[in-house]
Each structure stands twice: as C-alpha cells, then as structure tokens.
C-alpha cells in the first residue's frame, strides 16, 4: 500500500517517469547528477580535498625555506662547483655569456664597477630579488644580475649563418 510507484517529470521532455528511472525512456535524457556521471572526477577531488586538508607531516615538507635555482646552495660535497667562504656562505661558479656590468649596489641605480666579458668565470654568492655578490679571484668586487649568468662556459665556435642547400644564393 505504501509501496507506490512515485513518479516524476522528465526536465527535457516532460513526461512523466518513475522516480527511480536514471534515463528516461521516452528521450534517452541521463537523470543522473554530477557525481553519479562522473564518478573518477569526484574521486580525485575529494582525493586533492584530504591532502590539502591534512597535510602530511613528512620533515622535508616541514621546511619553511624559500629555495629556488638561484638560491644558496648547501651540499658541496657533490661536485656541483661551489666554494665555502669564511663567512659560512657558498659561492657558485657562473659563466657570462655576453658583456655583463658589475655594478657598487644590488640595483641599476648604483654605478658600474666594471664590465666582464663573454667567458669570464665569476663566483657568486646568495641571490636577492635576483642580485647576487660577485667574487673574481676570491675577492668581493660587487653585484651582479644574476639572471644574466648561466651555470656552463659559453660555446667555443659560434655559428653565424647556416644553409641547408650547396648554393648559398638559393
């Protein structure tokens, strides 16, 4: 008696369907809801929702250290071309590949030094807001825009021009 068929309406077709139906009958419309029809995406968010919710404690995700490719970097043991100086700081060894101003300040408002050159090996120190002290031959000469240094000496030959075809005029 209380086990009634109940019924609703079709949103797309509007017939009336039985309540349970997850298409309807009459124009094949999917009556499931978004999780239903979907249910791998949901299992992915609420996957991202419990790691951004708890967090694991691991050491290593505990660390509120800003590091970036231009930051101090403190393994030397690994060959990676870096030098400690007194001061517990680590130097890094940087090539310029083209004419770069060193200059007195961390800043271009601050005079120029001096210029080096392209192939000129530097040392240079900890990097802020991409400025970093600059070392030649153990001493401290001034700033350097890091950004400007690459981690490998500039080629030997450089190719000028290229053609793909015997006749150069082609």
Same mark, same amino acid.
């Given at each position: 008696?209380?086990?009634?068929?109940?019924?609703?309406?079709?949103?797309?077709?509007?017939?009336?369907?039985?309540?349970?139906?997850?298409?309807?009958?009459?124009?094949?419309?999917?009556?499931?809801?978004?999780?239903?029809?979907?249910?791998?995406?949901?299992?992915?968010?609420?996957?991202?929702?419990?790691? *951004? $919710?708890?967090?694991?404690?691991?050491?290593? @995700?505990?660390?509120?250290? %800003?590091?970036? !490719?231009? =930051?101090?970097?403190?393994?030397?043991?690994?060959?990676?071309?870096?030098?400690?100086?007194?001061?517990?700081? *680590? $130097?890094?060894?940087?090539?310029?590949?083209? @004419?770069?101003?060193?200059? %007195?300040?961390? !800043?271009? =408002?601050?005079?120029?030094?001096?210029?080096?050159?392209?192939?000129?090996?530097?040392?240079?120190?900890?990097?802020?807001?991409?400025?970093?002290?600059?070392?030649? @031959?153990?001493?401290?000469?001034?700033?350097?825009?890091?950004?400007?240094?690459?981690?490998?000496?500039?080629?030997?030959?450089?190719?000028?021009?290229?053609?793909?075809?015997?006749?150069?005029?082609?």
């Amino acid at each position: 008696m209380g086990e009634e068929n109940k019924l609703k309406t079709c949103p797309k077709c509007r017939e009336s369907i039985s309540e349970k139906a997850k298409k309807c009958p009459y124009c094949r419309s999917d009556l499931r809801n978004f999780f239903e029809k979907h249910p791998i995406i949901v299992a992915i968010l609420v996957l991202f929702a419990i790691g *951004y $919710l708890f967090p694991s404690n691991n050491e290593s @995700n505990n660390e509120n250290i %800003k590091q970036d !490719s231009s =930051d101090i970097i403190k393994n030397v043991s690994n060959g990676d071309n870096t030098n400690k100086i007194d001061n517990d700081q *680590y $130097l890094r060894t940087r090539y310029a590949h083209t @004419n770069i101003n060193i200059r %007195k300040g961390p !800043s271009t =408002d601050t005079k120029v030094i001096t210029t080096i050159g392209k192939g000129t090996e530097v040392q240079i120190g900890a990097t802020e807001d991409g400025w970093a002290p600059v070392y030649l @031959n153990g001493t401290k000469e001034g700033y350097i825009y890091a950004k400007l240094l690459k981690m490998y000496p500039p080629p030997k030959i450089e190719v000028t021009s290229f053609s793909w075809y015997k006749d150069p005029s082609f």
